[in-house]
């Protein structure tokens, strides 16, 4: 079922679609449903964790728990996601994107019901467990979606897929706050998750699976038809069908030996020549959680704003950060799919509108910037999940996407220390330390332009 494309397309952050041209005639409808179908498994997904999240550190106080307890205890949930994301991305690449994706969706289902249970501080962090190992059903979702689509189709669809997510993280927090007024709200709140995650389940057992196969057999015969040579087009057929044959058997094969085949993998990924992107996505992760770290106590701090009215600022960003993945089609398309382009303007632009926040005399000129920001940070999101998967190929999609996953888990760790640091300085110290790490983000992109470039021209010829 896996495909195992040689061509090009590799990691996190994403767009969806089917920029016209030849990729039109690639197939009806055939793909496009079961695309479809995936918004839908993206905006369950986080429509239901939304709903529990705000409510989890009220619910772990409310049994005794201290705020050190507390604070270790959502640690090791990140913890768990640093180590669990590369690992869980890599035995979806070997075991298909079905049974991994299904597995992740019922072992999380189980985190929540057990959250609905928890009773005492040790019952609720034994719940984060399967959550914290498998709740990476966002990032096999991506990594099928690339399976799926054409290079020049990936950052519409992924934009799509992201714009789809947020909608459901920007409704869930209401839903969750109404329940929570009821008596024994959280308890409810959790099984109602528990039973989306459960409808989520079933909805990719019952996903098209054999239009998925058509979809791939169709981007690879594409592919194939555009390679430079005889010889990449066998090269490419081979390794195709021979990824195919192997998903297809692996999810039954022995434990050990699918544990030697994701180490594999992983050593692959290790020793790669992608160092510098995801350092590069590291850099601008960090930043931009710099930015939020401290957003509402600056803004009190700074102009006397009221933490509503914060509240309502992010939620505004939030919803431009949907327009903004709706409108990656056209943006891409008028960069003629240049990703690295698109990519280094869009974090030039993040660098300067967080510099503006920053200095910033008034509140204009931070919902100015924080207008703005929300279209670029989207963009590069989906940037730099396309530019991995682009430069490290679509034989691993998952391992290269977990992979991404780490490394942002490593930026969320190191993000609040950095941030308290600077807030000793001032309230603008973490924005403007974003601003210094987002600077350095650009210089190393400047300096592996011919790279970057280099893959861009490999895209364009593909299309």
Not at 313 to 337: E, F, K, N, Q
């Amino acid at each position: 079922r896996r495909p195992g494309a040689a061509a090009a397309c590799m990691e996190e952050e994403e767009e969806e679609g089917d920029g016209g041209g030849r990729g039109a005639a690639r197939g009806p409808a055939a793909p496009a449903r079961f695309v479809r179908c995936l918004y839908a498994v993206g905006f369950l997904d986080l429509f239901g964790v939304s709903m529990v999240v705000p409510l989890m550190n009220l619910h772990i106080k409310s049994l005794g728990a201290s705020h050190t307890v507390a604070g270790i205890i959502g640690s090791l949930y990140g913890v768990m996601q640093l180590f669990s994301s590369t690992l869980v991305g890599c035995w979806s690449d070997i075991v298909g994107r079905r049974y991994s994706l299904l597995a992740c969706i019922l072992l999380s289902a189980l985190g929540y019901f057990l959250l609905g249970t928890s009773t005492t501080v040790f019952l609720f962090a034994l719940s984060r467990v399967p959550v914290g190992v498998f709740k990476h059903t966002l990032s096999i979702s991506k990594a099928l979606l690339s399976d799926l689509v054409l290079e020049r189709d990936r950052p519409l669809v992924m934009g799509r897929f992201n714009a789809a997510s947020s909608v459901g993280f920007i409704l869930g927090p209401v839903v969750g706050g109404y329940l929570a007024e009821f008596e024994g709200g959280f308890y409810q709140t959790s099984f109602i998750c528990a039973s989306i995650f459960l409808l989520n389940g079933g909805l990719v057992w019952m996903l098209p699976w054999s239009e998925e196969k058509t979809g791939n057999n169709e981007h690879y015969h594409d592919k194939a038809t555009n390679s430079l040579s005889a010889k990449s087009n066998y090269d490419l057929h081979l390794k195709s069908a021979t990824s195919r044959a192997m998903t297809n058997n692996s999810f039954f094969q022995s434990p050990w030996v699918q544990v030697a085949t994701v180490l594999k993998k992983i050593k692959g990924i290790a020793g790669s020549n992608l160092w510098d992107i995801f350092l590069v996505r590291f850099l601008m992760s960090v930043a931009i959680l710099l930015y939020y770290s401290n957003f509402t106590l600056a803004l009190e701090e700074r102009f006397g704003v009221k933490p509503l009215f914060a509240g309502y600022l992010l939620s505004y960003s939030s919803s431009l950060g949907v327009l903004a993945g709706c409108l990656l089609g056209p943006i891409t398309r008028l960069y003629r799919h240049n990703t690295y382009r698109l990519l280094l303007h869009s974090s030039t632009f993040t660098c300067v509108l967080v510099l503006l926040y920053a200095s910033a005399l008034s509140m204009w000129m931070v919902i100015l910037s924080s207008t703005f920001l929300a279209f670029s940070t989207t963009i590069g999101r989906t940037c730099i999940i396309d530019l991995e998967l682009t430069a490290g190929g679509n034989e691993a999609s998952g391992t290269l996407l977990g992979v991404g996953q780490s490394v942002t888990s490593v930026g969320r760790i190191i993000a609040p220390l950095l941030s308290g640091i600077a807030q000793e300085f001032s309230p603008c110290g973490p924005p403007s330390l974003a601003v210094g790490l987002a600077l350095v983000a650009i210089v190393i992109m400047n300096a592996n332009k011919e790279k970057y470039c280099s893959h861009g021209r490999v895209k364009s010829k593909n299309q």
